[in-house]
């Protein structure tokens, strides 16, 4: 026998038992997706290892440790399998022009690849949802996207989600505030980690962001970026704070927070959890006016989040939040092979209706093709988890009915309903399935 072989290390199987929870939360996300009037992207999994280097920043931890880049073997062009989406979403509008008549607002789903240690809610794939408004300049689309995320948590039922504001201003200000930070954290080198003391020179904003206990009153200490921003900065800041505030999304300044990414300008902000250990960012995102220019665009204003849709599940099972709909409506159970094409023709009327059902079939067997006894089927029924069993036994055919038996209302009601009337409850049958 060969040997078997098995996925790598932080690439996941996502089995049947598992993928009705995934199906749930990417509903649950393109109707809040559509209510706002984002609209959907798909852009290759596979791009250019420069868009990642010129976009995300040379010295970030994702270009220099964490991406899977290699040589195309055929023609030698540098390729990287995607690490996050907002570049090549950028790539994408820029290359196919599609700011010529104005801004769009786009929303993507997909498997991004980071080579990291594996961890809870944390692997080497793993699946982004996230939302971009490109070409608008206003604070009011800053807010909206952090409303929208404010409604997803809503429409998820999620709880104890804390939301952190800060503005990262523009480049000249962060320029001063980079000269400033850098004198300071000089003065201290010899309380800086090797980490700190790598990105003292190449990215010193995110040396604010350490999470080594011993660096935090050093961290505290530093000059903040907020000090330094300019009137039209500030009165960003203010208008996308309004807006919440008018709402009633309650936030905390973190003048600390500066994302992972050196496209960012402006607002910045993060969904946190305290329910998931030390990775308890579920959703970040920002303002990157500078990004498409920077990709090879005119220059456009652009705002978006990203939420990592592994640790978005997590939570929701650490909450025991329902977080899927039952994948099948009802199970039709089927005592006598010979009733087939009757019962198949049936079924089909509801399946047209837009009822999930699945037909007991039985298990290969040499022995014969009986369908199995109607305990073994009701088993499979209940084990299903159909809503609602359909009993096309042998009485109830020969006076054209079905009996409907409930699965899940813990009484396990039944009534018989002629094959003609059966399309009417359709509805009823659908009742709790979403």
């Given at each position: ?9 932080g690439?996941?199987?996502l ?33 250019p ?13 994702i ?18 399998l ?11 509008v ?97 309380l ?7 990105r ?9 962001d ?11 200490c ?11 900065s ?9 807006i ?6 309650a ?30 960012t ?6 990157y ?9 005119k ?8 939420l990592g ?7 929701l099972?650490e ?12 199970y039709?159970i ?16 509801l ?14 067997s040499?022995?014969?093709?009986g ?27 020969s006076?054209?009915?079905v ?5 899940r ?14 399309p ?11």
């Amino acid at each position: 026998m060969a040997e078997k072989i098995s996925a790598v290390k932080g690439m996941n199987d996502l089995l049947p038992e598992q993928t009705g929870r995934w199906e749930w939360l990417e509903a649950k996300f393109r109707s809040v997706m559509q209510t706002y009037a984002y609209q959907n992207i798909r852009t290759p999994i596979v791009e250019p290892t420069a868009l990642f280097v010129r976009g995300l920043g040379e010295v970030t931890d994702i270009v220099e440790k964490e991406m899977y880049s290699f040589e195309d073997k055929m023609n030698g062009e540098h390729l990287t399998l995607r690490p996050e989406s907002t570049a090549g979403v950028v790539r994408a509008v820029v290359e196919h022009n599609l700011l010529y008549e104005g801004g769009r607002r786009l929303y993507y789903m997909g498997p991004m690849f980071r080579h990291e240690r594996p961890q809870r809610g944390r692997y080497r794939q793993f699946h982004q949802l996230g939302a971009e408004a490109l070409g608008f300049s206003g604070p009011e689309v800053d807010a909206e996207l952090i409303l929208m995320a404010h409604a997803f948590w809503k429409s998820l039922g999620l709880q104890h989600v804390r939301l952190e504001l800060n503005s990262l201003g523009q480049p000249d200000e962060r320029l001063r505030h980079r000269s400033d930070l850098i004198a300071y954290l000089e003065k201290n080198l010899h309380l800086l980690d090797d980490n700190a003391k790598r990105r003292l020179h190449t990215n010193p904003l995110r040396v604010l962001d350490t999470k080594n206990p011993a660096m935090q009153e050093l961290a505290q200490c530093a000059p903040q970026l907020l000090n330094y921003l300019g009137d039209a900065s500030q009165a960003h800041f203010n208008a996308v704070k309004n807006i919440l505030d008018a709402q009633g999304v309650a936030y905390s300044i973190n003048p600390r927070l500066v994302r992972g990414m050196d496209y960012y300008n402006l607002t910045v902000f993060e969904f946190i959890t305290e329910q998931l250990g030390s990775q308890g960012t579920i959703c970040g995102g920002g303002r990157y006016d500078y990004l498409i220019e920077q990709i090879g665009g005119k220059p456009a204003p652009a705002v978006g989040w990203a939420l990592g849709a592994e640790r978005v599940l997590e939570l929701l099972k650490e909450q025991n939040a329902p977080h899927h709909a039952p994948a099948i409506d009802a199970y039709a159970i089927v005592p006598d092979a010979a009733s087939l094409p009757q019962v198949i023709q049936t079924i089909e009327q509801l399946r047209q209706m837009g009822v999930r059902i699945q037909m007991h079939s039985p298990a290969h067997s040499a022995t014969g093709s009986g369908m199995g006894s109607l305990k073994s089927q009701f088993k499979k029924a209940d084990a299903s988890g159909a809503l609602h069993a359909l009993i096309f036994g042998e009485q109830e055919l020969s006076n054209q009915q079905v009996t409907i038996k409930s699965l899940r209302d813990g009484e396990g009601e039944q009534r018989l309903v002629h094959l003609n009337e059966l399309p009417l409850w359709g509805p009823a049958l659908q009742s709790q399935s979403s």
